[in-house]
């Protein structure tokens, strides 16, 4: 590597430590700021930390330049204790162009470091961000906040001078200048990054030196110029040992899947049809025709459901995957899968509704779809993952559930969860729970909806086993013969069977983990992605003293048995969620009691902070 | 009941009785939909495919019971989605033969799109669709393949759309096999059946079939005896195309794209359009013509064989990823890449 970028010897800038840091990169899309986030995610890993990422784009392809909806985000938490949450406030915010400054300003903290690239701040694009003046000359910007004016275009451009590349390509590397000055500041090691620079350009040496050179830029404008005087360091989390990596919700939901099909032996199919933010799931899958995994891109969400039904009634792991919109298409096929019993898994990455509402950003607003979003009594299993490594064993639990009470299973994962990261212990894939697959063959006695006593599942048989052959479909059938009936009683008796066998799967449901004392003031009660917020807030009430505890839902159908007994040891019981009240509307009617909803519908994950007030309102309001 | 055995391991020799299930056939007395299921009964056995590996699937109609009525394994799905999941099975189990049953409501309305897909996609299934130019278990709407102009109870001043015709839609998705037969002549579609079932991909059947009770004789034209000799032209690879009473036959010829209705007598054998199964571009032609100004074609249009079927091509990338890089190990792949050790 080229030296042209010395490294000054200065006299060492003294080192703070903290405990835990936020930290947000912010420009216009074209700025790689999702990138930077990512690889600054690896280095504050590499160096132990716990981290929880928030990643934020717009939904547009290539948002024109400049513009605030055009502004890409990606913030992360990181810290040497357990962080829940990608942070609410921020401690740095890394601003590339004016309209990022005013679409994340009002994020930072006061007293927080503010790093602005001022050369971005020039007439045209302050005109884009509808600034009539340039706000980096107000004086009271550098009273508020510690503001680090870096020309990172211009100290990038001159560290690559003497390079054979375009203008263009040059003011591309800037990112790499905003990480290595971020990386020295917070101390995080340049290894894992300078790795990814020469995997990611392996095929273009110009760019890997040129990358690698503003990187260096950047961290040696920390060490050398005069404007900042510290520097910080965060110490190694206290977390379980054993082999860690990054782990993306999406990702997780995709390789228990694969670990499914590898301990069944029986392949997963699986049918979806492009919607963000469910896509990479296929993306993932497609890269692993390895692991007895069959992908579909479908011609639409219902022949994508079509497919996977097909599938299952073949023996195989029919599986699909979809948003809220596609969710909604599926509709009738899930109904066919709930009718037909046959195993089925559904992952629902939730986004901003209605319609095509927020594509990009997190919600939690398809509770009630999931389930009761089907014509007539058609019950399903409702499951959600709480963080993004979780998806890994709700995607595993799903299928073990599926094939062993022949039912279809709703996986609610969000936005957040399916972009966000978190460091994730690699598990050994052994210790995962069995998943029985007993495909019937003995013809004695066989009828198509005989039932097992305990699950009250019906025989899974796969077609091509002799003397077996039978009818299935989605017309009522008799119980047990699986003849077309349209006899009163019966129906009653199927429409009651289908609901008790859903109802059974509360026998896998382990006991509730409280977080807190069993008896006390105020339960908050969450599920899904909000698990980080909820229980950030709740630590900050019990460290105070406050007798608040907490429990987090991964079966929204059935409910935990033991739910309805724990809500009744609180005298208040709230429920946050990124929707207008829908758990908190199925606990009053299941259990009457008064749970009282706390809801924030933006797009965005739950503020912890803001689940810290309700909780304080909520105890203040009972005196 | 149980089929007669071979020996170990041989299909066993079927017959009809073999296809028939317990089930009470619920059709409206004098249906199309019997001829057919007889037929169909009376096929399988030819196939020489052992009766479990059988599968019929359909969506919803009269057509789409189907299944029930069929001794083998069938699924009977939802309203026009029966070849998506068929195309889920066969990708689920290749080796497994898969007859869709659809209507021309359930294919070619709620179902067009998934009709489209399968074919172009040429998953190795045989579609059979009625087609009877009506909605009939829904009780006489007028359908995409009803005439301009149809009286029903759904359009009382006559319907407003213009009709599609199966066997070019077909076509236009490329279809790598569709014909056309009649439910009244019991030869020629026994034997269509045959050779769509033998066809390995997308095999497009439209069996044009009669509603006695909505639509009651809307291909009269096939079924008397007198017009049936004036329109009826079979398609056989290699033969001229020619139809008419043995004293006015009349042939087609091909101007250019354009083709044109002659009397045989009057131009030399060898200017006749000689019928060409392979070729994908006269079948669509033909399959365009219809009375009064041309012959209604009855027969294969397009047979091309030895294609890739979508399965096949996923098959076979799987095989290639394993062949390459060895069976997939979940515990390796959750330690590659970037990972980091604790404690």
Redesign the interface.
Known sequence: MSDSVATTQTARKPRRTLTRAVIRFAGDSGDGMQVTGEQFTTEAAWAGNDISTLPNFPAEIRAPAGTLFGVSSFQLQFGSQRVYTPGDKLDALVVMNPAAFKVHLPDLKPGGILIVNPSAFDKRNLDKAGYASNPLEDPALGEKYRLHLVDMEGLTKKALEDMPLGAKEKDRCKNFFALGLVSWVYTRPLEPTLDAIKKRFAKRPEFVEANIRALKAGHAFGETAEMFAEHYGVEPAEMAPGTYRSMTGNRALAWGLLAAAERTQVPVVFGAYPITPASDILHELALHKRFRIRTFQAEDEIAAVAGAIGASFGGCIGVTASSGPGIALKGEGIGLAVTAELPLVIFDIQRGGPSTGLPTKTEQADLMQALYGRNSESPVVVMAPATPGDCFYIAYEAVRIAIKYMVPVMVLSDGYLANGSEPWLIPDVKTLPDIAVGFRTETEGFFPYLRDPATLARPWVRPGTPGLEHRIGGIEKQDVTGNISYDPENHDHMVRTRAEKVRRVGQEIPPLSINGPATGEVLVVGWGGTYGAITAAVEEAQAEGKAVASVHLRYLNPLPPDLGHILRQYRRVLVPEINSGQLVRVLRAEYLVDAVGFNRVRGLPLASQDIYEAINQMLEAKR | M?PATGAPGATPKYTKKDFE?D?DVRWCPGCGDYAILSAVQKTMPDLGI????I?F?SG?GCSSRF??Y??????????G?AP??????????P??KVFVVTGDGDGLSIGG??L??VLRRNVDVTILLFNNRIYGLTKGQYSPTSELGKVTKSTPLGSADRPVSPCSFALAAGATFVARTLDRNIAHMEEMLKRAAAHKGAAFVEILQNCNVYNDMAWGMLYDRESKVLHELRLQHGKPLVWGPAEDRRGLVLEGVKPKVVKVADVPESQLWVHNETDPGTAAVLAHLWAPDYPIPLGVFTNRSGEATYEDI?IQ??QK??SE???????K???S???????
């Open positions: 149980s299930s089930q052992p009766r479990e590996d599968v699937i919803i299944p029930y069929m001794n083998t394994y069938g699924f009977h799905t939802i309203h989605r998506a999941i068929a195309t889920g099975l066969k990708l689920a189990r080796e497994l799109n998934h489209l897909h996923c990338q799987e990823a394993i890089r060895g069976p997939g190990d979940v515990a792949l959750l330690m890449g970037d990972t980091w050790k604790i404690g």
